[in-house]
Nanobody, 120 residues
Framework: QVQLVESGGGLVQPGGSLRPSCAAS????????MGWYRQAPGKQRELVAV???????NYADSVKGRFTISRDNAKNTVYLQMNSLKPEDTAVYSC??????????????WGQGTQVTVSS
């Protein structure tokens, strides 16, 4: 079983910064990718950023140049540094994990999410 614990969301003003984190624990033998999704009211869930085991990263066009994904492999934790936040960044941000256990195949998991609100 895998547990994802997210924290670090909140309310910030436009132009501000926030750095939510997500810690994964449980039966994790190998991690292939960690990332962040977000979903705003009335919109589909979208992939914001992902980092794979090689260290390569990918970002949604809407956040390129403003967001930076990083990881701490020793802690199985992924971070999302969000700078120059805009009201349209307001959404529930959910952690993503692609991993396998010692006796299980590859699987994808999502956390419950943390609310990020950008408003003046």
């Amino acid at each position: 079983q895998v547990q994802l614990v997210e924290s670090g969301g909140g309310l910030v003003q436009p132009g501000g910064s926030l750095r939510p984190s997500c810690a994964a624990s449980g039966s994790i033998f190998s991690i292939n990718a960690m990332g962040w999704y977000r979903q705003a009211p009335g919109k589909q869930r979208e992939l914001v950023a992902v980092i794979i085991n090689s260290g390569s990263t990918n970002y949604a066009d809407s956040v390129k140049g403003r967001f930076t994904i990083s990881r701490d492999n020793a802690k199985n934790t992924v971070y999302l540094q969000m700078n120059s936040l805009k009201p349209e960044d307001t959404a529930v941000y959910s952690c993503y994990l692609q991993s396998r256990g010692l006796t299980t195949g590859w699987g994808n998991s999502w956390g419950q999410g943390t609310q990020v609100t950008v408003s003046s």
